[in-house]
């Protein structure tokens, strides 16, 4: 049974920093994509990180330069380095991954998710 734990998440100021950790298990094989979401109260749930089993990477416009996803295989788990925070970065955060054999990214579809993470940033 594939499970998705994340931690990290809290209040910073703007400007600050955080590190959000995901711990994943179960999954018989490693997922092709494992990915960052967000959702804030009002707003569509949206892509912030991606990174691929060829450790690629790809972000979201909103976070580019200023977020940095990663994994480390031999805990099985992800990250998301959240630097230069802003107010609007305030949101729940998720990490998912996609159904075994499938691609994920921007477009694609999620199956996994964790439990999420609240992230606020104040001005």
């Known amino acids: 049974q594939v499970q998705l734990v994340e931690s990290g998440g809290g209040s910073a100021q703007a400007g600050g920093s955080l590190r959000l950790t995901c711990a994943a298990s179960?999954?018989?094989?490693?997922?092709?994509?494992m990915a960052w979401f967000r959702q804030a109260p009002g707003k569509e749930r949206e892509g912030v990180g991606f990174?691929?089993?060829?450790?690629?990477?790809s972000y979201a416009a909103s976070v580019k330069g200023r977020f940095a996803i990663s994994k480390d295989n031999a805990k099985n788990t992800l990250y998301l380095q959240m630097n230069s925070l802003k107010p609007e970065d305030t949101a729940m955060y998720y990490c998912?991954?996609?159904?075994?054999?499938?691609?994920?990214?921007?477009?694609?579809?999620?199956?996994?998710w964790g439990q999420g993470t609240q992230v606020t940033v104040s001005s």
């Open positions: 998912a991954t996609p159904p075994a054999e499938t691609p994920g990214g921007a477009g694609g579809a999620y199956k996994f």
């Open positions: 179960g999954y018989t094989d490693s997922p092709y994509c």
């Open positions: 990174i691929y089993s060829d450790g690629s990477t």
